[in-house]
């Protein structure tokens, strides 16, 4: 937990954002002072990860892991 802000694993958002992607499942692991967010696709199984200062913002780690998945999920779909 880094300090009171942030939420435990397998926090869930859902499409209620708009951010064009079904439910999402997060995953925060802070290593050292930085903080790596692990956003996960139920349906398809892609995970990626990206990393922050653990002082920064959840929100936009949360967006920013989002719109990651959202690219990768794309390229892979391309591929097909």
């Known amino acids: 937990m880094v300090g009171n802000r942030a939420p435990g694993k397998g ?3 859902g499409n209620g954002a708009g951010n064009g992607v079904g439910e999402v499942l997060f995953e925060f692991q802070r290593v050292g002072s930085y903080l790596k967010v692990m ?3 139920p349906v398809t199984a892609t995970e990626v990860s990206v990393v922050g200062p653990a002082t920064g913002s959840l929100e936009l780690l949360k967006r920013t892991a989002i719109s990651k998945l959202q690219f990768v ?3 892979d779909a391309a591929k097909r």
Do not use: H, L, V
Request: proline fraction near 0%; aromatic fraction near 0%.
């Open 11 to 13: 926090q869930t958002a």
């Open 73 to 75: 999920m794309k390229r």
């Open 39 to 41: 956003a996960i696709d």
